[in-house]
Nanobody, 127 residues
Framework: QVQLVESGGGLVQPGGSLRLSCAAS????????IGWFRQAPGKEREGVSC????????YYADSVKGRFTISRDNTKNTVYLQMNSLKPEDTAVYYC????????????????????WGQGTQVTVSS
């Protein structure tokens, strides 16, 4: 059973930065596609960014393109989401999830393609 744990959320002012971490134990994250998702109150879960395992391709939602960066650190078995120039509309609970190695980016990061969801970490952008 793949188990993922998110961390790094918090309260930040507009324009600030946060780095979220998605860590795993007992398996190698590099063997899985990893996606970052977020869900704000009353809204559907949104695929923010994902990175494939088979070909290393990366996807960003238009709402975060140019501000967020997804990356892997295989030495730490962790996937990061660096979030810069944060806006109040980025406020949400952020989750990471895994998809099989064979998964490739065709059209964004569909949540149904991913499993083994972490517990989430709250990001609040407010002055």
């Amino acid at each position: 059973q793949v188990q993922l744990v998110e961390s790094g959320g918090g309260l930040v002012q507009p324009g600030g930065s946060l780095r979220l971490s998605c860590a795993a134990s007992a398996f190698t994250l590099d063997y899985y596609a990893i996606g970052w998702f977020r869900q704000a109150p009353g809204k559907e879960r949104e695929g923010v960014s994902c990175i494939s395992s088979s070909d290393g391709r990366i996807y960003y939602a238009d709402s975060v393109k140019g501000r967020f960066t997804i990356s892997r650190d295989n030495t730490k078995n962790t996937v990061y989401l660096q979030m810069n120039s944060l806006k109040p509309e980025d406020t949400a609970v952020y989750y990471c999830a895994a998809a099989p190695r064979r998964w490739v980016i065709i059209s964004g990061c569909p949540a149904p393609d991913f499993g083994s969801w972490g517990q989430g970490t709250q990001v609040t952008v407010s002055s």
